[in-house]
């Protein structure tokens, strides 16, 4: 700075604040910038006169004393006359921070048609922060100096134009004060609405007024002044919209536009980060296809569930969530089971299958690990996502643990079901895959050689393995040798604390037909086309059948037989209370594929109820080692029902199967996530890393961002269900014979449509006893 700048203090009593102010700015401004020139405007507490007079002899303090009271215009006034440069108007309740002054004159001079700034406070009408119009108590946490300086790192800088500075502290150019003049003591007395005047003019000379959003500067509140102020206020308001009828809308404007709410929202996001962190310094990623709290991607899965249960488990963590629609990347951040906010980053180049790596998506990641401190990543599926998550965390000494819940890492189908929906692993070729993946996504050179590639090279970058059960692991040993000695098994909990084995009855009579439930999700990669096939042919005296679930195939929802029972879709918390309900001998679980676990299988163990599996994956792993249920021979629907009528024919085993379910204890959410507690210990590292994390917009935008087609991208899982329906439908002779009478005969058509309408409306009826 060329020439000093002024700071005019108007003082009337208040001694404590007052010294509090002098000394943060000889504290907290650069020596040799500003002059103090402190005005005792007749203080009746003799303390301020004595205190006043310690300072006499400092370099950069000129005390003044009014003969009489002037009131706050007189006395800024005078201070402004007795300057020759520019100025800042500061209220002795005032403390300044580090670099204030410095700031708001760079504010100033940025721009010649600036004629006042302003800076952020906590007690301020519209400079108010972090709360618009509030009187603000400093964050929890901060003081503020530290406030001050969180502010300045964070700041957006949009310096916006306001309808009138504020008087609590404001810099206003000499030049301005030469041009207009001072403030109007004649119209204004002793105070109220002069600075919103002297601003008027300031906007009817050309000049605009300011904030300096890069600065704050502490206010305590309106002290200066007491007796009858109100009447003041409202008188000099009025004389304030006579003058100049438009400022009353100006600020009404202002206000009802939000106009700083880019400014409040960028601070406010920022506080909830540093707040949350300082909480804790242990902050996990969580990588997963779908959210556990909506859905996002697809319904809810056992995956989802199971991150769920270990979020909840984390008190003493931040848990971030992040997911990817292929569209753009999604960041939920919890702390147990509470959602603290939301982030959404779109991506311009969308992230496919074949994108092993995505520059977009990487950077958007490492500024997402460097600006939440991110200190251990917790991969639980990749899919829509690239292989760079391991590779970014490595840079930056992050560890990195996945969860294999399935088999995508072997083929990106996940289930080791080729595109006839059969088994394939044990008939894997490079031609049987390379046909499959044709069929699938369309692809026509050897994909599935380079999607091992790539997996191999990014396993090297993960720490540890997990997986659900011993079964997959041994396959992901088998199938990549190389992760031998950073893999183990940890079976996923499940709540107990509700256990309703009470609600199963005893035994059924043996004439009677077997209670036969099916659980879960209902698709093909579930069992539904063994499941059709068993309903219909296996005999109707022996089985009544409950569907509870889901049903992805629409081949389910059109049986119409009166041993079926369909209960639709259930809510996690209440499967306990149905199938207590419904006294079931037994659970089928019937996937035609390898399952690493089944949540549905831990279900209804909870609530002593046996389960008829086919001889695959963990189904039959863990039906071995419980003796809780039995194994079909095959997948093939006849020996299915072979082992259903040696059931039908054996009731005594049912009892027997209870018994053995009720010795044998299943591991909980509180013990799997004691043991994850334990693995997260090892593995955390909690010193933070360095590099260039979100910017200040980047982040506010992540906030504020929406897209419609990615929004509407969410429901694509919706759109394939009704596709999936539609096609079903399509392929009944009843549609088929609809479809000849809408060309043929449009009065059998009418009959027709009648007649479906009826049979549609009793179904419906008949789903809601």
């Keep these: 700075m060329n020439k000093l700048i002024d700071i005019i203090i108007p003082v009337y009593n208040a001694i404590d604040e007052l010294i509090l102010c002098i000394n943060s700015i000889i504290n907290k401004t650069e020596k040799n910038t500003y002059r103090i020139i402190a005005i005792n405007d007749c203080s009746p507490d003799p303390r301020v006169a004595d205190y006043l007079n310690t300072l006499e002899g400092h370099d950069s303090i000129v005390i003044l004393d009014n003969k009489v009271n002037l009131g706050f215009v007189g006395t800024v006034n005078r201070g402004m006359k007795y300057s020759d440069n520019d100025v800042v108007l500061l209220n002795s309740d005032t403390e300044v921070t580090s670099g204030w002054l410095s700031k708001l004159e760079r504010a100033a001079y940025q721009n010649s048609s600036v004629g006042t700034v302003t800076p952020l406070t906590n007690n301020g009408t519209i400079c108010s ?8 108590e400093i964050p929890e946490g901060y003081n503020a100096d530290s406030f001050a300086n969180f502010i300045e790192k964070i700041s957006l800088r949009r310096f916006p134009e306001i309808p009138t500075a504020v008087g609590f502290c404001m ?28 601003c008027c003019r300031v906007i009817e000379s050309g000049y605009i007024n300011i904030i300096a959003d890069d600065t704050f500067v502490f206010h305590k509140g309106s002290m200066s002044f007491q007796g009858d102020k109100l009447k003041l206020l409202n008188k000099n308001i009025a004389t304030l919209n006579r003058r100049y009828p438009y400022y009353e809308k100006k600020v009404h404007d202002f206000i009802v536009n939000n106009t700083l709410k880019d400014i409040h929202d960028n601070i406010n996001a920022w506080l909830n980060i540093d707040k949350e962190t300082r909480k804790s310094d242990k902050n996990i990623l969580f990588i997963l296809h779908n959210f556990f709290d909506e859905k ?16 909840e488990g984390l008190g003493e963590f931040n848990s971030y969530v992040l997911v990817s629609s292929g569209k753009e990347l999604v960041l939920k951040h919890f702390i147990t089971n509470q959602l603290i906010e939301k982030y959404r980053f779109p991506l311009k180049n969308e ?9 977009e998506y990487s950077e958007i990641v490492e500024k997402i690990l460097i600006t939440f401190g991110i200190n251990l990543v917790h991969i639980h599926h990749l899919i829509k996502h690239s292989f760079d998550i391991p590779y970014i965390s490595k840079k930056h000494d992050i560890k990195v643990i996945y969860t294999l819940h399935d088999y995508y890492l072997l083929c990106p189908k996940v289930n080791l079901m080729d595109h006839n929906n059969e088994y394939c692993k044990d008939k894997r070729s490079e031609e049987k895959c390379r046909e499959c993946m044709f069929h699938t996504h369309g692809f026509h050179t050897p994909f599935l050689s380079k999607w091992k590639l790539k997996v191999e090279e990014m396993l090297e970058y993960v720490d540890l393995f997990i997986t659900p059960s011993n079964y997959s692991k041994n396959i992901f040993e088998e199938e990549y040798p190389q992760i031998r000695g950073r893999i183990k098994a940890i079976p996923h909990g499940i709540d107990v604390s509700q256990n309703n084995n009470s609600f199963i009855n005893n035994r059924r009579e ?43 195939d629409q081949r389910l929802n059109l049986i119409n037989q009166d041993n079926v029972s369909i209960h639709g879709n259930y809510n996690r918390q209440d499967i306990d209370n149905i199938l207590g309900s419904l006294d079931l001998d037994l659970i089928c679980l019937l996937s035609p594929w390898p399952e690493t676990f089944s949540y549905t299988l831990s279900e ?45 024919k054996n009731r005594g085993d049912i009892t027997s199967k209870r018994n053995n379910i009720l010795a044998n204890k299943v591991e909980t959410i509180h013990e799997m996530q004691r043991k994850y507690l334990q693995i997260y210990a090892d593995n955390i590292v909690l010193q933070k890393g360095g590099g260039e994390g979100l910017s200040r917009q980047e982040l506010l935008a992540s906030l504020r961002y929406f897209q419609p087609d990615v929004v509407n991208g969410q429901h694509d899982y919706e759109i394939d269900q009704l596709k999936s329906e539609l096609y079903a439908i399509h392929s009944t002779i009843g549609w088929k014979v609809l479809n000849r009478l809408r060309t043929r005969n449009k009065t059998a058509l009418r009959i027709g449509k009648k007649l479906i309408y009826l049979v549609l409306k009793y179904r419906k009826r008949y789903k809601n006893v």
Aim: aromatic share 12%; charged share 25%.
């Design 171 to 198: 810099f206003i150019k000499r030049a301005v004060i030469k041009e207009i003049g001072y403030f109007d003591e004649e119209t204004f007395g002793k105070g109220y609405a002069e600075e919103n005047d002297f």
């Design 296 to 311: 996002y991607n697809h319904p809810i899965g056992g995956t989802e569930y199971h991150v769920k249960d270990l979020v």
């Design 604 to 648: 209804a163990w909870r609530c002593n109820i046996p389960v008829l599996v086919t001889p695959m994956g963990a189904l039959k792993e863990r039906v071995l080692l419980t003796q809780g249920g039995w194994i079909s021979d095959s997948v093939k629907v006849e020996d299915i029902a072979k082992m259903l009528d040696f059931i039908y």
């Design 510 to 552: 043996d004439n009677k037909p077997l209670s036969v439930g099916f659980l879960g999700g209902l698709s093909s990669n579930k069992g539904s086309e063994i499941i059709h096939k068993l309903i219909l042919n296996y005999p109707k005296n022996k089985a009544e059948w409950h569907l509870i679930g889901a049903l992805g």
């Design 129 to 136: 922060v972090p709360v618009f119009l509030e009187d603000n």
């Design 351 to 359: 992230l496919s299958l074949t994108h092993f790596h995505h520059q």
